[in-house]
């Protein structure tokens, strides 16, 4: 290689620019509205989850966090909102912000546990606390309403204009906006200092006292802001669904968001929604058959996706798209 | 959902005297203890020695008790002449895992090990429910392992009984074998320090495959003994992986002392939690979990 | 003035003793060699003083400090930084990328999460500026794992020059570099300024005796002498321990 035209400056933005490809993306998350109008309320359950596994990729992508357990915070953040609204709280941004805080402030507890493991104890914890929350959750049902879900819920116009309609419109548009301004927000600290040094955790947890890095402390609060986009994920389910019941919290869905995650691949903020769209497709698809057969497939899918493609779907394209445009120096 | 199988604390019934209940839940804890021993001393082996997150092995359990369930139902074998084929079937089937698809992922990371794992496991349960369907298996157990007997005026399980006499029957020829045998000591060599094992020229990829074999075994063991204590269905593979993943642990890799010390603590603690405080019950395993790692991050008998 | 010493460190796993009474004063600006046969402890002391492990007894104090307490990055905060034997590097960042992340994480920029890295021109302009003095100028773009084994070397002594120390450990910063380019590394090690202490850790005594103001040897965990490359090459002992076959650990 000779030597680069281009200054230091050139080539950091050139690794922070939007690509023509994410323009693209969003612009086709309208399509929906025209595309499959009948199909609303799964695209806003799409979206919904979507936006979970952009939490989760945000510990696990990026810090490198092995988390068995994230559903917890959804489950959180999906029972705050119901709750509420039972005593008259049924305003859904209020719902939001309280259901956030609320998830922030657990994980930021929960953080303090989580920074001090790694490896199989660290798994394990977050495999732990994710039970631990069910159990909880399910034994409360004066305040859950235990294993027959949460009952009562009264959800608000959003705005105090839009009802969340039969069509899913308004929870569509609802779900779209939130993920959309979160992924902003997301993508805004990955590109950031801080998303470089979590990028660093993740490449190598050794290197970063030595250059001085708390590294502790960097992952208290990735850890406590991830929680907190899980818990507005919930929160947006319980909302847009009315109901709330022991599945937000379960085992299944953290594992299913961990699937999603590495089948679009990890690290790339893309590739958890794109995940997400691939997976609820196809489950909506082939709900027909037998939920054991669907995991069987799943698990050939994950065993395929770890021995054929390490980086998922999006890692694989990109893998292939640098390989045919050749090497270039960005 | 787990744990919630009658037969885990039905002998506790019969206590007739005041002391009963105690030495009952006790008995029954540490039974069930054994049980977990059983499943969980293989992972903690094989994960201490080659740091590979086995999250299939609960899998091989529950192929051990699929083979007991079809020998004893379909071809009319008696119960304890299954218990070696399981444990041969685990094996093999372990060692075929290990031979495609494992070792090529031995310097991976740990989320891959677990991804992979996982997918087997699924792969596992959807097949066992293909073939056998979703539905507990019937009991297995002859008539001579039923009932209890009376000590002390305390009602002991026979069945009980049984897999403690097995639980410390293996747990001394696995000692034994660890502190007397050149395989033991290859072992515990590469336990506490690969790198330096392999220097000294041990041959730690045929030594960890051996062990993986044996660990696997004796889940598939352990999945048939089981089937009289917790019931065997599809689900288990995944359910039980919970609680084997807890006792290994706590317990610490590698150690085989440490797996037992867990499982018999885990198992005391599940019985006596869902006995003393149903409502909580559940919770009882998990909290001790989260508590003892904080105060051992590495487990309790963990290197390190 | 001394910049880092140790008091009567000792460091045991359970009846494996790793360190014994080590006591040693590095004056500020010297250019210290730490030698001795394999397995003699000399990184296990690197990461009794870096925090990475904690001593049985005994302290570790920079610039009179005592700060054996510290967590390892709160050291590096206050100056004493290490490099690694075996690269410890970040293989899919690019080497810009890794010294620029060594510089926030300095000036505490690392904290911040919602502006983004190319907005701080100035920590962008010195990490290229310690990249293109260790002449990895050129390559500053590519990501580390496709750098050459040598050039990786380099990264590691950039990493470390990025959070101007005070007191820099070198764990073998040459190892398993052909000669022909360890020359280049190490006159990069011989123009560091006078202003930091070197202490670093080698096993090719030309290196040694060109660089080294003052020589420790250590074996079995202890400190066997210390003194001036004339000292150290005539003394019998030295010879006995390389030469004598005087196996230890």
């Known amino acids: 290689m000779s030597a680069p035209s281009l200054t230091p400056h050139d080539y950091l933005h050139a690794q922070v620019r939007w690509h023509p490809l994410e323009y693209i993306f969003w612009l086709a998350t309208i399509l929906p509205f025209f595309l499959f109008p009948n199909y609303l309320s799964l695209a806003s359950q799409i979206a919904i989850t979507a936006l979970f596994a952009l939490s989760l990729d945000l510990i696990l992508g990026y810090a490198g966090i092995v988390s068995l357990g994230h559903a917890a915070f959804f489950g959180v953040g999906a029972y705050t909102a119901g709750i509420i609204s039972k005593y008259g709280y049924g305003d859904p941004l209020f719902g939001l912000v309280v259901a956030a805080l ?49 009952q009562g819920i009264k959800i608000g116009k959003l705005l105090g204009i839009y009802e969340f309609d039969l069509w899913g ?42 250059i001085g890095a708390p590294s502790d402390a960097h992952i208290r609060k990735v850890y406590t802001m991830s929680a907190a986009i899980a818990g507005i994920a919930g929160a947006l389910l319980a909302q847009t669904t009315s109901t709330v019941s022991l599945g937000v919290i379960d085992f299944q869905r953290s594992a299913d968001v961990l699937v ?66 050749g090497r270039r120096s960005t | 959902m787990a744990g919630q199988n009658p037969a885990l604390t039905s002998d506790l019934a019969e206590g007739t005297t005041t002391l009963g209940p105690i030495i009952g839940v006790l008995f029954d804890g540490f039974a069930y203890g054994m049980l977990l021993f059983l499943l969980s001393v293989g992972l903690s082996v094989t994960l201490g020695m080659m740091n590979f997150v086995n999250l299939a092995h ?39 895992l290990e031979r495609t698809l494992y070792r090529k992922l031995y310097r991976a990371s740990e989320l891959d090990q677990v ?92 030594t960890f495959a051996v062990a993986f074999a044996l660990g696997s075994g004796l889940a598939g063991l352990g999945g048939s003994l089981a089937i009289e204590i917790v019931g065997l269905d599809p689900s288990f593979a995944l359910i039980y992986l919970v609680y084997v993943l807890i006792v290994v642990s706590v317990g610490g890799l590698g150690s085989i002392w440490g797996s037992f010390v867990a499982a018999v603590l885990i198992g005391v603690s599940d019985i006596a939690g869902k006995y003393y405080v149903p409502q909580f019950g559940a919770f009882m395993i998990y909290f001790v979990m989260i508590v003892l790692l904080m105060w051992r991050p590495q487990g309790l008998f963990g290197k390190r | 003035m001394t910049a880092l010493a140790t008091r009567n460190v000792n460091k045991s796993f359970g009846q494996l003793q790793v360190a014994r009474d080590i006591s040693i004063a590095i004056p500020k600006g010297e250019r210290y060699a730490l030698i001795g046969p394999n397995g003699a402890g000399k990184t296990t002391l690197i990461n009794l003083m870096t925090g990475m492990i904690k001593p049985s007894s005994g302290q570790i104090l920079l610039e009179g400090e005592d700060i054996t307490a510290l967590h390892p990055d709160a050291r590096v905060k206050r100056g004493l930084v290490r490099t690694f034997q075996i690269n410890t590097l970040f293989p899919n960042l690019s080497a810009l990328e890794a010294v620029t992340l060594a510089i926030c ?73 052909p000669p022909e380019e360890s020359s280049e590394l190490f006159s990069v090690i011989a123009d560091l300024s006078q202003d930091i202490t070197v202490l670093f850790i080698e096993h090719d005594m030309n290196v040694v005796f060109r660089f080294a103001s003052r020589i420790i040897v250590m074996v079995g965990g202890a400190i066997l002498l210390e003194g001036t490359p004339k000292e150290i090459s005539t003394d019998p002992r030295v010879r006995e321990v390389y030469l004598g076959g005087a196996h230890h650990g």
């Not at chain 1, 989580?114 to 049902?141: D, P, Q, S, Y």
């Not at chain 1, 906006?177 to 947890?205: C, D, K, Q, W, Y």
């Not at chain 2, 008790?65 to 119960?79: E, N, Q, S």
Request: aromatic share 12%; glycine share 10%.
């Open chain 3, 105 to 177: 994480e300095r000036t505490g920029d690392a904290s911040t999460w919602w502006k983004a890295v190319p907005s701080y021109r100035d920590n962008a302009d010195e990490a290229y500026a310690i990249l293109k003095s260790l002449r990895l100028g050129d390559h500053a773009y590519r990501t580390t794992r496709e750098l050459a084994y040598g050039q990786q070397r380099l990264l590691e002594i950039a990493l470390a020059l990025a959070t101007r120390p005070k007191v820099l450990l070198l764990d073998e910063p040459a190892a398993g570099v």
């Open chain 1, 169 to 210: 419109r308004t929870a569509y548009v609802y779900s779209l906006v939130m993920l959309f301004l979160i992924f902003l927000l997301v993508r805004r600290l990955t590109n950031s200092p801080f998303g470089l040094a979590l990028r660093g955790i993740r490449e190598n947890s050794v290197r970063m006292p030595a």
């Open chain 1, 102 to 150: 609320l998830t922030g402030l657990f994980g930021f507890a929960t953080s303090f546990i989580i920074a001090r493991f790694k490896h199989l104890a660290l798994i394990m914890i977050t495999l732990g606390l994710g039970f631990l929350v069910h159990e909880l959750a399910n034994a409360a049902h004066w305040l859950t309403g235990g294993a027959d879900g949460l």
């Open chain 2, 115 to 206: 991804l992979l794992t996982i997918g087997l496991a699924f792969m596992s349960i959807a097949s066992a429910a293909y073939i056998f369907g979703t539905v507990l298996q019937p009991a297995v157990t002859p008539a001579w392992l039923r009932g209890s007997v009376v000590y002390f005026g305390i009602n002991f399980g026979v069945y009980r009984l049984f897999l403690v006499a097995v639980g410390l029957a293996v747990t001394l020829v696995l000692v034994l074998t660890l502190e007397y045998t050149r395989f033991g000591q290859q072992v515990r060599a590469a336990v506490d320090n690969q790198r330096m094992a392999r220097g000294l020229g041990i041959n730690v990829d045929g």
């Open chain 1, 260 to 325: 999603m995650l590495v089948l679009g691949g990890a690290g790339m903020l893309y590739g958890g929604l794109i995940g997400a769209v691939i997976f609820m497709v196809a489950r909506d698809q082939f709900s027909g058959i037998n939920p054991q057969y669907w995991y069987f497939w799943i698990g050939l899918l994950l065993v395929g996706t770890v021995m054929l493609l390490p980086n998922g779907i999006l890692g694989g394209l990109s893998h292939l798209y640098r390989m045919l445009m």
């Open chain 2, 58 to 96: 609960c899998a091989f359990a529950m192929l051990g008790g699929y083979v007991t369930v079809t020998l004893v139902h379909r071809f009319g074998w008696p119960f304890l002449a299954t218990l070696p084929v399981s444990f041969l079937a685990a094996a093999v089937m372990s060692v075929a």
